[in-house]
């Protein structure tokens, strides 16, 4: 009972890292019904820039270690913002009129660019970070002396999405922004005739994807000790697996989603062969798109006519 305990623990803070980055997709593909591809890489870089930032914040003598994270955080989310305006500025809006599956390959083109880039200028090796957050809780103790704990960074990472996860909904529904972006969800055309600056609502929603993939990746750095050049292209697979799970296009459903791939993943490992673990986490999405294609909170698309 203890080790499945543990193994839940260890689930949702893997899955509230995917939540994280499954959101980017999910608020793309809401307005602009494509899927950026380039996303996973613009977690990469997250968090590349998060340990950049670690480093620099020691080699400056900030000690404090609540003031350097939230630091580096604020840098992080903005340089990471900058990257995801570049890709819809250089990947999308171009090619927001042609057919759709150019878009798709200029995304896939965007991805492995920044994939080499940072593999250039950061080198192939793995690079690591001694822990920088320790401690936790001690939830129970079995009589075999396994004791379930939950670490201050992984209640950190379960309680950072939930927030977030929230704030981005109130932003959605109750601000002009989530109004505009609404609107250009439904109809483009319409929402510029009515004033809308169309081109400035989808680049925010790409530099608010990108930002929250800062955070993922910040977390992920930190949750893990090492990161490379490569770390973007699974999770970003696994992210949007978890988009389509929880269904393509609705906030809940990607928070639910990611909770449910990091779920599967830790209690697979846990029990049966870790190396079949991805095998069981598709299975699962397989299974529920023949039953629900829409995803478990996605909305069936209605063609316009």
């Known amino acids: ?32 019904g494509m899927i950026n591809f380039a996303h996973g890489e613009v977690y990469m870089i997250g968090a590349f820039t998060s340990l950049i930032g670690i480093i620099v914040m020691g080699l400056l003598g900030v000690t404090w ?7 580096v955080l604020l840098a992080s989310m903005a340089i990471t913002a900058l990257y995801g305006w570049s890709v819809e500025r250089v990947a999308y809006r171009p090619l927001r009129g042609s057919f759709r599956l150019a878009p798709l390959i200029s995304a896939i083109g965007v991805s492995i660019f920044l994939q080499n880039y940072v593999q250039i200028s950061q080198g192939a090796r793995p690079k690591p970070i001694p822990p920088v ?39 959605i529904t109750q601000t002009s922004l989530g109004r505009a972006q609404r609107a250009c969800e439904q109809d483009r055309t319409m929402a510029s005739l009515i004033g809308i600056d169309v081109d400035r609502t989808i680049s925010m929603t790409f530099v608010m994807g990108a930002a929250l993939a ?16 490569y770390i973007g292209f699974l999770a970003g697979i696994k992210a949007f697996t978890a988009a389509v799970l ?18 599967i993943e830790a209690l697979w490992s846990a029990y049966f062969s870790v190396e079949y673990k991805d095998v069981a986490a598709f299975t699962i999405l397989v299974l529920v798109l023949l039953f629900r294609p829409s995803g478990l909170l996605g909305r069936p698309e209605i063609e316009k006519v």
């Open 1 to 32: 009972m203890e080790y499945l305990v543990q193994q839940v623990i260890n689930g949702v803070t893997l899955g509230s890292v995917y939540a994280l980055i499954a959101i980017g997709y999910t608020m793309v593909y809401g307005i602009i």
């Open 65 to 71: 270690v609540p003031l350097a994270l939230f630091m």
């Open 133 to 171: 957050i320790r401690g936790g809780f001690e939830l129970m103790t079995s009589s075999s002396g396994f004791t379930v704990t939950l670490s201050y960074l992984q209640l950190f990472i379960i309680v950072l999405t939930i927030v977030l996860m929230v704030g981005f909904t109130y932003l």
């Open 214 to 229: 800062a955070v993922a990746g910040m977390m992920v750095t930190l949750y893990y000790g090492v990161i490379d050049f």
């Open 246 to 263: 929880g269904g393509i296009g609705s906030l809940p459903g990607a928070v639910l989603g990611g909770l449910l791939i990091g779920l």
